[in-house]
T-cell receptor, first 114, second 113 residues
Framework: KAGVTQTPRYLIKTRGQQVTLSCSPI?????VSWYQQTPGQGLQFLFE?????QRNKGNFPGRFSGRQFSNSRSEMNVSTLELGDSALYLC????WGQGSNGYTFGSGTRLTVV | QQPVQSPQAVILREGEDAVINCSSS?????VHWYRQKHGEAPVFLMI?????EQKGHEKISASFNEKKQQSSLYLTASQLSYSGTYFC??????????????FGKGTHLIIQP
């Protein structure tokens, strides 16, 4: 079956712009989580959605937001981009919340802010 | 607060064993283990749940000490394919229920022939 699909794979944006990243989970998975990965900070939890509701949110500013649609697809948005937002953004899906069967990660979107 | 992993890096010869440790200062609901190879997505290895249930790959073994909030991943008879960065992730309890999955900084494992 198809894995977790993230689009686009690469993005280059200018400081101050906004960006929207998309994630399609494995068919049947209802939980989608987002992570930011950087060499300095590692994997940091952004938020988790389950059945269109945000269940948890990490320690990120309000510029980072997300949503989940009725088909479980999810988007995350970053407004007023800063240079420090350059990172690999990973999406992961799970059958149930809290990843009770483990999470399957997508290949990520590499965002570069210039 | 993210879990603390040790060691930060390990270099082994093929066939040797390794143990990677993960500890948390918060009461844990579950511990996850993932491996990430350079340029690839993290891959799920195992989940250990409060109460003793474990789910994961048959060739991977791990332990979860609920009282000490510690978990260990055991890699035996290592193969070249085991190389990568290993992350432990913890889901803990807070006032509003279970938190999101928080990862440690990772353990870099290099297997040499």
């Amino acid at each position: 079956k198809a894995g977790v699909t993230q689009t686009p794979r690469y993005l280059i944006k200018t400081r101050g712009q906004q960006v929207t990243l998309s994630c399609s989970p494995i068919s049947g998975h209802r939980s989608v989580s987002w992570y930011q990965q950087t060499p300095g900070q590692g994997l940091q939890f952004l938020f988790e959605y389950f059945s269109e509701t945000q269940r948890n949110k990490g320690n990120f500013p309000g510029r980072f937001s997300g949503r989940q649609f009725s088909n479980s697809r999810s988007e995350m948005n970053v407004s007023t981009l800063e240079l420090g937002d350059s990172a690999l953004y990973l999406c992961a899906s799970s059958l149930w919340g809290q990843g009770s069967n483990g999470y399957t990660f997508g290949s990520g979107t590499r965002l570069t802010v210039v | 607060q993210q879990p603390v992993q040790s060691p930060q890096a390990v270099i082994l010869r093929e066939g040797e064993d390794a143990v990677i440790n993960c500890s948390s200062s918060k009461a844990l609901y579950s511990v996850h283990w993932y491996r990430q190879k350079h340029g690839e997505a993290p891959v799920f290895l195992m989940i250990l749940l409060k109460g003793g249930e474990q789910k994961g790959h048959e060739k991977i073994s791990a332990s979860f000490n609920e009282k000490k909030q510690q978990s260990s991943l055991y890699l035996t008879a290592s193969q070249l394919s085991y190389s990568g960065t290993y992350f432990c992730g913890a889901i803990s309890y807070s006032g509003g229920g279970a938190d999101g999955l928080t990862f440690g900084k990772g353990t870099h494992l290099i297997i040499q022939p």
